[in-house]
């Protein structure tokens, strides 16, 4: 049974999270595409160059919306802080992300991030947590993107009554149901991340030493560090743009990610893509273990023509 001071709802729930600017360059776009991959296999890609390169230097550089997963990232750190909360930060695992694009994000703003708890469920031996991040553009006021990340809290669960566990969530549970089809994919992208995909992938500003330390990747149970899980999201939706978007990252409304397994840094991405109607399932696959690492789905503003 877990420590029941291990968290106190009440407290979670009454907890107001500070709100915090976030200002990002042409260079975090670039920076950022190049950590998920972007021209990685080829720098001459034409669907790919836009997001790292701009004829007239950067300042029209298209940024891919998983970029937004990025104005998430201060959350984290507020964690350790929030009242009627305790729990072992080596522990915590990050275990969905849903996103909502509002409008294509500028290649440089001033952001202003409103951290509300969109839900705390008690697991038993874990408690999860979801964490809602809304991003206004701060000098229109403009609402861009939304993140909801649900972190599980390994050891702060049992708080409540077993036969009753605690749940609370501020939205419609609804739009986190998938299934993954036993039909034919309806396109398949392979790709390979480098062996320093983490290193570059982290100076988009997360710095959780599990995914560069030896030691801490060793300590945490992995033979290596491993990859962010996303950086995989953002290798996943870069192919779907890619294959059924035909390039164009403005065509998506919003992101659903299940993470499932770990990435170690090296290893070749395979992203089974199924389309139905305005969605887009997909499921990522380690080639070299053949296991699944990450699924869930796109939702599409419209289709491409030529599809």
Known sequence: MADHSACNPDLVLAHKFSEKTFTYTERDVAVYALGVGACGRDALDTDELKYVYHENGQQFIKVLPTFSTIFSLGVLPQLGAVPGLRFDKRLLLHGQQYIEIYKPLPANATIQNKITLAGLHDKGKASVLELETRSYEKESGELLSLNRTSVFLRGAGGFSDPSKPFTYSNYPV??????????????????????????????????????????????????????????????????????????????????????????????????????????????????????????????????????
């Open 174 to 307: 609804n739009q986190t149901s998938m299934k993954i089809p036993k039909t034919q994919p309806f396109a398949v992208f392979e790709d390979c991340t480098q062996p320093s995909q983490a290193l570059l992938y982290r100076l988009s500003g997360d710095y959780n030493p599990l995914h560069s330390d030896p030691m801490v990747g060793k300590a945490a149970g992995f033979s290596r560090p491993i990859l962010h899980g996303l950086c995989t999201l953002g290798f996943a939706v870069r192919a779907i743009i890619k294959c059924i978007c035909r390039g164009d990252p403005d065509m998506i409304k919003s992101i659903f990610a299940r993470f499932l397994l770990h990435v170690y840094p090296g290893e070749a991405l395979v992203t089974e893509m199924w389309l139905e109607d305005l969605r887009v399932i997909y499921q990522v696959k380690v080639k070299e273990r053949n296991r699944a690492v990450l699924s869930g789905y796109v939702q599409l503003h419209r289709l491409a023509a030529s599809l």
